[in-house]
């Protein structure tokens, strides 16, 4: 008898969450109020932000990252502090505003799961920070020709800055922005920050209203950022403090410890099953828009499960419509069955070949009584197949059907088909933009 997984999962955001740059991640950010009109009063920068000449570019750093910033940050004695759930990021922000943690599980470029951050921190008149971290974020942009003036910067630990500035793209318009950089990188409204060695990268922005201004002269945009708005936001983004962690680190409630490996969850596209996957595992999605038969169209979920040196090893599909498979031979046997959130069931089995070693498979059913697991269960408006196309003995390293079932892959395998939890059966939802 194996003994059951420890349990230590938390309610989560499971679909991947996209932020683009209606967010403002990697984008300029407008940090509030209407333009001033030329001649109006500038404002004047709160203690500790150093103003720099109308025109200039950043100057080079005094500091390389590590050591200390080009100025003291002074962080806030008073405030909230809000922290990452994995705590890759901590920044203290004003008593009051408002946090929107939408950070989650998302399948990076290599199939693995990893956990990603996104926050957005609102303040009392929709002004807002917005902070993401994790393996994809501030992919490099394309290169331009576009000219940059930095109009304010405070130092901040770690060889980092908080910078106001300004670009000018070759339309000839000046956009204004406020984000977090290195003190040793050209202001840039796509930088992000990133260390060596470290495959996770940090994005920190400051603004208010969904569309960034442009404005026609220097001068404009300079004024735009010298308002106060700006200098207690650069007050705010000084107090931030990265910790390099590993890229995969998850926070202390999500998963499921099984045998020593972590499973983290996985949903479909639009939402229609969720599953629990082991961390090394590799996920390719591969759902499309279909053709309905009466008009109109339906999303097809197909997830295939990888060991991590790339063996497929199950495949989830669902759609209207599918069709049971087969035994793959005569002499079946079924080892272990467990059941799912559904009722239904997941199942181990073997078929045995003489003089040769045996094929070996998992399989979802609903036809109980040690009947063959065809791998499909229906109802009335969506199939789900969840199994493992037939492997031979010298795929999972078994010269026998028990050596199968006492296998640790077996267990892994068993243990995700039977985690399979039925969402929605609505093939007609789309996955989110």
Do not use: K
Not at 143 to 172: H, N
């Amino acid at each position: 008898m194996r003994t059951p997984p420890r349990r230590r999962v938390a309610t989560i955001t499971l679909a991947a969450i996209a932020f683009g740059l209606a967010t403002g991640l990697g984008a300029c950010a407008q940090v509030g109020g209407p333009p001033p009109a030329p001649g109006e009063s500038q404002g004047v920068p709160s203690p500790g932000v150093e103003p720099v000449p109308s025109g200039s570019r950043s100057a080079e750093p005094s500091a390389a990252p590590g050591s200390s910033p080009t100025a003291t940050p002074t962080p806030a004695a008073d405030g909230t502090e809000v922290a990452t759930r994995n705590g890759t990021m901590r920044i203290r922000v004003p008593e009051g505003w408002q946090v929107d943690d939408r950070s989650g599980l998302e399948v990076g470029a290599e199939g693995r799961q990893q956990w990603t951050n996104r926050l957005i921190v609102t303040g009392p008149s929709g002004e807002r920070f917005v902070y993401a971290d994790g393996h994809d974020v501030g992919a490099p942009p394309e290169t331009t020709d576009a000219r940059a003036g930095v109009v304010a910067r405070r130092g901040v630990a770690g060889g980092l800055i908080a910078v106001a500035f300004w670009e000018q793209p070759p339309d000839g318009m000046f956009v204004p922005c406020v984000a977090l950089l290195r003190a040793d990188a050209e202001p840039s409204s796509a930088g992000t920050v990133a260390f060596h060695g470290v495959e996770r990268a940090h994005a920190l922005t400051f603004w208010i209203e969904e569309e960034t201004p442009r404005f026609a002269t220097q001068a404009q945009v300079e004024a735009y950022l010298a308002q106060p708005a700006v200098a207690g936001a650069l007050d705010v983004m000084a107090t931030v403090r990265l910790d390099l962690v590993d890229p995969f680190a998850l926070p202390a409630d999500v998963g499921v410890v099984a045998g020593g490996t972590t499973l983290l969850p996985f949903e479909t596209a639009n939402g229609t099953s969720s599953m629990l996957v082991p961390m090394e595992w590799r996920i390719d999605v591969a759902g499309e828009r279909v053709a309905a038969a009466g008009g109109g169209e339906l999303w097809r979920n197909r997830v295939t499960l990888a060991l991590p040196d790339g063996t497929a090893v199950l495949v989830y599909a669902d759609e209207a419509h599918l069709s049971p498979g087969a035994p793959p031979g005569p002499q079946w046997r079924i080892g272990e069955v467990r059941p799912t959130a559904d009722n239904w069931e997941a199942a181990s089995w073997a078929v045995e070949q003489e003089g040769d070693r045996p094929f070996v498979g998992i399989g979802l059913t609903d036809a109980g009584g040690g009947q063959w697991p065809h791998g499909t269960v229906c109802r009335p408006t969506l199939c789900r197949a969840f199994g493992s196309a037939p492997l031979t003995g010298d795929d999972v390293g078994a010269e026998h059907a028990v050596a199968w079932f006492d296998s640790e892959l077996e267990e892994l395998m068993l243990l995700t088909v039977a985690s399979l939890d039925a969402l929605h059966d609505d093939p007609a939802r789309m996955p989110p933009d």
